[in-house]
């Protein structure tokens, strides 16, 4: 996908390549075992939608995009709790194995290739929009959400998960996030790793962004890693995540 007119940094450019190069390889694998989950489970730590309770309770029918889809395992768990998911991601390589994962488990719905900060759907085309660590993370938030807001329906929700704050300021490169704050809060948007970038807005920026687009912000959960956890990552260990949340999880809805 060309970099389009518009993306004065490039982020768009390097990402599609990080996940089409680099993450899609290890990320692959994982697929088949989150497209066998019998419940959404969000992040890095697996926190089941029953503990969070942010999708909406009645699915049935509901018109449902994931912004930064990936491997689709999110709308996976959205088609079989009745609603009706389109997925969009940037890399060809992630879509492709979200096709794999449509024929093995014999669960369709639409896959676009496609970039979250200009949606190819109509306005009010959702009802629901969701990102995990998709849109969410990888997208510029000035642009995304004013497309997220767009193509929900009065009354749409918006629910998505992103590294927290408090992560962003204690991470570096390379290494697990520490015990100590390495970069200021104030003026923290974009991160740079390299071969990436991710974004990550303050709690009040954030919170501001989404009310100048119509947004109501119900809830805000600041996600603790369990005990014990299924795994450590490289970028933070389930030690770090029990005293500090690693990631939250964003509820809103659009005024209508």
């Avoid at 982020?11 to 390549?17: A, D, G, T």
């Avoid at 449902?64 to 890399?91: H, K, Q």
């Avoid at 510029?140 to 997220?148: F, G, H, L, Q, S």
Wanted: hydrophobic content about 45%; glycine content about 10%; charged content about 25%.
């Amino acid at each position: 996908m060309p970099l389009r007119d518009g993306d004065r940094a490039g982020h768009l450019e390097l990402n599609r390549r990080y996940w089409d190069e680099e993450a899609a390889a290890a990320h692959g694998p994982l697929a088949r075992d989150h497209w066998a989950r019998t419940e959404i489970r969000w992040g890095l730590w697996g926190t089941p939608e029953s503990e969070v309770s942010v999708l909406p309770g009645e699915m049935t029918g509901a018109r449902a995009v994931e912004l930064g889809c990936g491997t689709a395992y999110v709308s996976a768990g959205l088609a079989r709790a009745g609603a009706r998911p389109v997925g969009i991601d940037l890399s060809e390589r992630q879509l492709a194995t979200a096709h794999a994962m449509q024929e093995e488990f014999g669960l369709r719905f639409p896959l676009v290739l496609g970039d979250a900060e200009r949606l190819p759907f109509a306005d009010g085309a959702f009802d629901l929009a969701v990102s995990e660590y998709g849109a969410s993370l990888w997208c510029a938030p000035r642009r995304w959400i004013p497309e997220a807001a767009r193509v929900l329906a009065p009354g749409g929700q918006l629910v998505f998960l992103r590294y927290s704050p408090l992560f962003a300021l204690c991470a570096r490169p390379g290494e697990q996030a520490s015990a100590a704050l390495l970069r200021p809060l104030f003026g923290m948007d974009r991160l740079d790793w390299g071969g990436r970038v991710e974004f990550v807005l303050p709690h009040g920026e954030m919170l501001r962004l989404l009310r100048s687009h119509g947004f109501v912000v119900e809830d805000l959960i600041e996600v603790r890693a369990p005990r014990p956890a299924h795994r450590e990552y490289a970028e933070v260990s389930a030690g770090w995540a029990r005293r500090w949340p690693s990631e939250e999880i964003w509820k809103a809805r659009l005024a209508g």
